[in-house]
């Protein structure tokens, strides 16, 4: 995970400071720099839960991690085949629905895509840097970034900008952070901002 943090620093590096921010120690990220990363981001052999393999069957998958916190439909793009062609953030293969399990504290989900054979395809951890940074500012609608993150942990509207943030909390190495992606009054991403999850702010400790 050295390269996560390594990505971190390089994303706080083009940061710019965003006046009034909704959220303290907020950095926001540049849509050209997203872009131009996604394809160097697949970090092999950090995104598979160690009890999950490709080819298990659904029965297996819910005997192992339970019932998913969601369940939904991949678009049917070639013939019902989602891959990187059709959306980059998405991994090859021909899944057609997603499972998506939550972890604690929301700060991790394990997206377990199944073919139309209920088969696994693909597993790929939704709350990390290298997903993050598929998202595609200016162009992804609220529908993509939800099969592409998971569902957000908190959903957040602001009146003066006339945004909505949607908050998916995640750690990288020591550190509890927060992605917010931000959307228009049209549901298209216009920017994502990063920065201290709030939960544990002044020492706090939101586990139970």
């Known amino acids: 995970m050295v390269a996560q943090s390594r990505l971190m620093a390089f994303l706080m590096a083009i940061g710019g400071a965003i006046g009034s921010r909704p959220r303290r120690g907020r950095v926001a990220i540049a849509a050209t720099a997203l872009g131009a990363l996604a394809l160097v981001l697949l970090l092999p052999g950090c995104a598979s839960p160690a009890r999950l393999t490709v080819g298990m069957d659904r029965a297996a998958v819910l005997a192992t991690l ?8 991949l678009p049917p793009q070639d013939g019902g085949i989602a ?24 700060q991790t989900a394990w997206l377990v895509d199944l073919d139309d054979g209920d088969r696994v395809t693909a597993i790929t951890q939704g709350h990390a840097l290298p997903r993050f940074a598929q998202v595609r500012v200016g162009v992804d609608d609220q529908s993509t970034v939800r099969r592409r993150l998971g ?10 900008s006339g945004l909505t943030a949607w908050h998916y909390p995640y750690r990288d190495g020591p550190w509890n952070l927060e992605m917010s992606v931000m959307f228009d009054s049209g549901g298209v991403v216009r920017r ?7 939960r544990f702010e002044g020492g706090a400790d939101p586990r139970p």
């Open 66 to 73: 339970g019932r998913p916190s969601a369940e939904y439909p």
């Open 83 to 106: 891959t990187p062609a059709d959306d980059p953030g998405e991994p090859a293969g021909a899944a057609s629905h997603r499972l998506e399990y939550v972890g604690g504290l929301a």
């Open 151 to 160: 569902t957000p942990h908190e959903v957040q509207r602001y009146a003066l």
């Open 192 to 198: 994502m901002e990063s920065g201290p999850d709030p």
